[in-house]
């Protein structure tokens, strides 16, 4: 079987799997990136965003032969630099408003979040729900989500130097 190439968090991988297989599975099973999650797997929860060459995508829809030579960020990729356990502008925002609860949700959230940020989104709660809208959240609300991001796009959360997300 010929193996699909693409990047993963910065770093270059191959898996040799069908070409159907979803990327979510590819992510979760065949590399251990199980920090994207599951929901629905219809492309109506979110939960499984990932980015490809920048974009959001529900990764539960996306077969590994569409993104054959692709930049995928999941949320593992977000922590300033790879491996290190430092966290990013919009992560640590997430923690002080909040905004991480059962941790279904938050993954993706994360990612749409982050793409918010990349795209030069400011602190508006509307653009910032918009961003999010095709992220579900079914415990607590939206509330401690937006501020987080906003937060982040406020460049207001303070901590560790050096995040190159921080000025994002
Ligand atoms: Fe992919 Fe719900 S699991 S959108
Ligand atoms: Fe549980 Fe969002 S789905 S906190």
Redesign the pocket.
């Known amino acids: 079987m010929t193996p699909y190439r693409l990047t993963v968090n910065g770093s270059p991988v191959e898996v040799a799997v069908p070409g159907s297989r979803r990327l979510l599975d590819v992510l979760r099973e065949d590399l251990g990136l199980t920090g994207t999650k599951e929901g629905c797997g219809e492309g109506e929860c979110g939960a499984c965003s990932v980015l490809v060459d920048g974009l959001v995508v529900d990764s539960c829809l996306v077969p590994v032969a569409q993104v054959e030579g692709s930049d995928v960020l999941t949320v593992e990729g977000l922590a300033a630099g790879t491996g290190s356990d430092e966290l990013s502008a919009l992560q640590r925002a997430f923690l002080l408003t909040g905004g991480a609860?059962?941790?279904?949700?938050?993954p993706g959230m994360l990612v749409a979040g982050q793409a918010y940020l990349d795209g030069g989104g400011r602190p508006d709660d509307d653009a910032i729900r918009e961003a999010i809208a095709g992220n579900?959240?079914?415990?607590?609300g939206y509330t401690k989500i937006v501020e987080a991001i906003a937060m982040a796009a406020a460049g207001s959360v303070g901590g560790e130097s050096g995040d190159a997300r921080e000025s994002a």
């Open positions: 609860q059962c941790g279904i949700c938050t579900l959240c079914r415990c607590t």
